[in-house]
DNA sequence: ACAGTAACCTGTTTGC
DNA sequence: TGCAAACAGGTTACTG
């Protein structure tokens, strides 16, 4: 579900509710996640007071007086703000409780994450190694060109891999790549720095229009208030195999790359 | 350092 | 219709 504009959509939605609010308990149901979350959760985070609501790649940072909660959507998940006495569905694995009302993580599948630190969460394992932020003037042609030209995958799975730039999942991937005219299975240092400044410009065009939108709902995402986002309306490519291009006419073409479905015009892209 | 693959898990869709 | 395989928004960890 979740690539950066729903994760930006659920920080966004989240923060005034529980900004300034201090957690009054903490409900564990199932910590089998990704990893466990941590047994002490509760003990962390009882009467501390949410001081900040930061994202950084798809990871929500939740900080706190002491301490910072980090959290990961992974495939399924969502979070919701909900009354506290409200029944959990299947799936609720934990409340975090702000007396009347309460965060809600929802996961099916379970790839999500909730961890805990004492330090500055930007160091933590999981987040140094992140390249820079899509939407931050870190990111810049000159800066795709130069990790580009070492490296030959193919410019779908490059531009997915997160120690290249943070948060371009498997739909937005495939959007930008459809604006920019760029074939997803191009090697990346065989693109020139022109057409890479075209994919950083569409890049941030397209998580820019998605945020706007409250992200894309195409089966099971929700906002913090259970509303679905609407950027699916606009998508060009993604989930439209075998249909025609709507700027050339020709048959989309469908294929895996990297276990990825990626979708592209053989008309537009090359 | 890089590239490719398996793995984590459940629910829904697809194909025989 | 029923059942099993394939597939789904992500990322880490392991192999060569």
Redesign the pocket.
Known sequence: ???LPEVETTRRGISPHIKGKKVTDVLVRDA?L?WPIPQDLKKQLQNKTVRQVQRR??YLLIQFDHGCLIM?L???GNLRIVKTNKAAA??DHLDIVFGSQCLRFHD????GAVLWTDADPFEHK?LAQLGPEPLSEAFTGEYLYQQAK????PVK?FLMD?RVVVGV???YANESLFLAGIHPLRACHRISQRRLLSLVTHVKAVLERAIKQGG??????VREDGQPGYFQQSLKVYGRGNQPCLRCGTLLKERRI????TVYCPGCQS
Do not use: V, Y
């Open positions: 579900m979740p690539e089998r990704r790649a798809k990961h992974g495939m399924s299947k799936h099916p599948r379970r790839f999981l070492r490296r030959k995958i799975q997160g999942g498997n739909i894309t709902t195409l089966k099971d995402f990297g276990q990825r479905s």
